[in-house]
């Protein structure tokens, strides 16, 4: 039988697998990409198999049909245009907005192929509102993005060009052969005695390693053998480095900060338009029913992020969040994004102390106790790849393997954030990685079923040359769609931290600033003590 899938109904629910399932087969993908490591002796069901081909269809970025551009023919934000397509016509909130962007090269002259990597918003400055844009490339040179009016007033629309077409090939070329590029190490102990090697998902080279991929998960992760010293001598992991020299010279060209990474691409006519409100208030237009593909989610008004899949109760005073976490136990499984969430809480709660565990800064495990109103909320990092400065081995846990030693219950409450430390590998390293959680996920939830589930999506930073070739937006939007597709239908909520970095003013950064993180933690507990309506 031909299994036919439509891109569209991928849903995580339409892919979870018993544990035992007969027929596997081993991994061969269909388009032609150099099997990567231990990704090659990955046993996948069928049903696995088809749902991974299904996921890597998705996130398929268009190529130019010529692999060997110059420069000058490569895309230009200073030459490139949008306009704003019936900017004079009378709009009201509710409207749907449609910009065209037409690309140019450094010479002036149109664009014919599609593949680059744009960011558009809608704001109103004065009225600390923004809302992101649905962008639709034409596969020509020309993109079409929408926006959907969502309050009063003059609004502007802001486009800019993230990456070049040319440059997204590169970065493409980067995840499939130089996965290396960020590489870890582990020191080994025994006594007195000490030596550090190199780790990761995969070492290439016919040297001796240890193997500590994880007997539950199955998760890939090895060290180079020290000399002298046992495998099981490892004490911790730590983040190695960055790989130099990546880029030929040409490549180079095409991630230049000032010239086209992030550059704003202008309007050549008018760049906002004047919405009226609507004729009378009609909040029942706002969808209820939560879609982790709405786009877009939501919006900031007077720098408050209104959701339009649920409504947001905003915790500004810190008794609203202790009244709404009593008797609650809290974990944050993640990366230094949803330590931003511990931080603040921490920060924020009075009663809510940090007990210290003696955990290196910045890495954790940390935890903080509310006695008087019985509030626990622990912080863990995923596990590897993580680069964080120096994590001990007896800390290095999956999510996955912590999930399944939770009882759950009304009274646990669970965000996972997870993305980050993926963007230099293959995504097939991500899609088994959040396989095992979700397999994990549902389980908690047929034993627990009114534990509460939150993934805090990833979000977009500030980039440069260095910094596109680890971890670009472009990096983070791949797997952000791959991550909301996996989940869907899934009994989780999402707080979309993307649009939130997106839409706000502030500029670009890895850590939102603390507005954004208040916003977030707005959504999170929205989730945890929902208004009654």
């Known amino acids: 039988m031909k299994l036919h899938l439509d891109d569209d109904t991928v849903s995580g629910s339409n892919w979870i697998t018993e544990n035992n399932v007969q027929h596997s087969l081993s991994q061969t993908t269909k388009t032609t990409r150099k099997p990567y490591c231990g990704y090659k002796q990955q046993i996948l069901s069928k049903r696995e198999q088809a749902e991974q081909e299904s996921l890597l269809a998705a996130i398929k970025w268009p190529k130019p049909s010529d692999s060997k551009i110059a420069f000058v023919q490569s895309?230009?934000?200073?030459?490139?245009?949008?306009?704003?397509?019936?900017?004079s016509r009378f709009f009201k909130v509710g409207d749907r907005l449609e910009v065209l962007v037409r690309m140019k090269d450094f010479q002036g002259k149109p664009k014919q192929y599609g593949g680059d990597y744009l960011q558009a918003r809608i704001h109103s400055p004065l009225l600390k509102a923004g809302a992101t844009g649905r962008i639709v490339d034409c596969h020509n040179g020309l993109y079409k993005v929408f926006f959907t009016l969502l309050w009063p007033g003059e609004v502007k629309v802001s486009v800019s060009l993230v990456h070049p077409s040319e440059a997204i090939q590169v970065l493409l070329r980067l995840r499939e052969e130089r996965p290396d590029r960020v590489y870890f190490k582990s020191s080994f102990k025994s006594g007195r005695y000490s030596e550090t090697t190199e780790c990761n998902v995969c070492l290439p080279g016919d040297l001796p390693v240890c193997n500590f991929t994880d007997l539950?998960?199955?998760?890939?992760?090895?060290?180079?053998?020290p000399r002298k010293l046992s495998c099981a001598s490892r004490i911790s992991h730590a983040k190695g480095g960055y790989q130099k020299g990546l880029l030929t010279q040409e490549e180079t060209l095409f991630f230049q900060s000032d010239v086209n990474i992030k550059r704003p691409i202008l309007s050549s006519g008018p760049d906002s338009v004047i919405v009226k409100p609507k004729a009378f208030t009609d909040s029942s237009g706002m969808d209820r029913a939560e879609d982790p593909t709405a786009s877009?989610?939501?919006?900031?008004?007077?720098?408050?992020?209104?959701?339009?899949?649920?409504w947001i109760h905003h915790f500004n005073k810190?008794?609203?969040i202790t009244k709404c976490l009593q008797g609650k136990v809290i974990h944050l499984f993640g990366d230094s994004t949803i330590r931003q969430w511990f931080e603040y809480l921490t920060a924020f709660v009075p009663d809510l102390v940090e007990f210290n565990l003696g955990s290196p800064k910045n890495v954790g495990p940390f935890m903080s106790v509310d006695l008087k109103h019985n509030i626990l909320l622990k912080f863990r990092c995923h596990g590897p790849p993580i680069r964080f400065s120096t994590v001990f081995s007896s800390e290095l846990?999956?999510?996955?393997?912590?999930?399944?030693?939770?009882?759950?219950g009304r009274n646990t409450v669970i965000a996972i954030t997870i993305w980050s430390h993926f963007s230099t590998f293959p995504v097939e390293v991500y899609i088994q990685r959040l396989r095992?959680?979700?397999r994990s996920i549902i389980q908690l939830l047929d034993r627990s079923p009114k534990t509460l589930i939150i993934i805090r999506t990833a979000n977009v930073q500030e980039l440069g040359p260095e910094v596109s070739l680890f971890n670009s937006d472009w990096y983070s939007f791949q797997l952000d769609s791959v991550m909301r597709k996996m989940f869907s239908g899934i009994a989780v909520h999402f707080v979309?931290?993307?649009e939130m970095s997106l839409a706000h003013y502030l500029p670009h950064n890895l850590h939102p600033k603390e507005v954004i993180v208040k916003n977030q933690i707005d959504a999170f507990l929205s989730y945890v003590c929902p208004l009654q309506t």
């Not at 895309?75 to 245009?81: E, G």
């Open 75 to 87: 895309t230009d934000p200073a030459h490139s245009d949008f306009v704003i397509l019936k900017p």
């Open 318 to 320: 810190s008794d609203d």
């Open 436 to 438: 095992n959680i979700r």
């Open 216 to 225: 539950y998960t199955g998760e890939p992760w090895f060290c180079y053998k």
């Open 397 to 408: 846990r999956y999510i996955a393997n912590e999930l399944n030693g939770i009882v759950g």
């Open 496 to 498: 979309d931290a993307w």
């Open 296 to 310: 877009p989610s939501g919006y900031y008004y007077e720098d408050q992020w209104r959701s339009r899949t649920h």
